[in-house]
Each structure stands twice: as C-alpha cells, then as structure tokens.
C-alpha cells in the first residue's frame, strides 16, 4: 500500500492517473481518514481558485495570479 505522501500526490487535482493509481487511491482512502479529509480540502480548494480565476478571467493580472496560487498550493502539497 503507498504511503500518505505518495497518495497526497496523486491527489493534485489536473493528473491523469492509470487505473492501478485510482484504484491504490481509493483503496487507501478506505483506510486513511487523513487523506480521505485532504482530498476533500484539495476539492473545496481547486473549486474556489476556479470560480476564482473565472470571477477574474478578463482581469489579466488577477488571472495570473490565480495561477501563481494555484502553482504555489501543490507545490506545497507534494513537497
């Protein structure tokens, strides 16, 4: 079984994951409430930075610094 810091990258949202990888995710989450309450904080996060940058979509800057934050969030997510 892979460990909390190989799941939690996985479940940066935007991947493409084979089956095996979406199959050791949700056999995981079974068992791990930890990472089963970090896929529903990345959810909530990845849905407001898109009403977000939607909110923002002709403001250039704004836009761009959605996309810096979202950079940021899973940079820090998989380190």
């Known amino acids: 079984m892979r460990s909390c ?3 939690a990258q996985l479940l940066v949202p935007g991947q ?3 089956l095996m990888q979406r199959v050791e995710i ?4 079974l068992f791990c409430k930890c990472c089963g309450n ?10 407001a930075l898109q ?5 923002f979509k ?6 761009e610094r959605c996309q810096e934050l979202t950079e940021t969030i899973i940079k820090k997510i998989i380190s």
């Open 5 to 7: 810091k190989e799941i």
């Open 16 to 18: 493409k994951l084979s």
């Open 26 to 29: 949700k056999m995981h989450l």
């Open 38 to 47: 970090q896929q529903k904080q990345l959810e909530i996060i990845g849905r």
């Open 51 to 55: 009403r977000y940058d939607q909110q």
């Open 58 to 63: 002709n403001d250039s800057k704004q836009s």
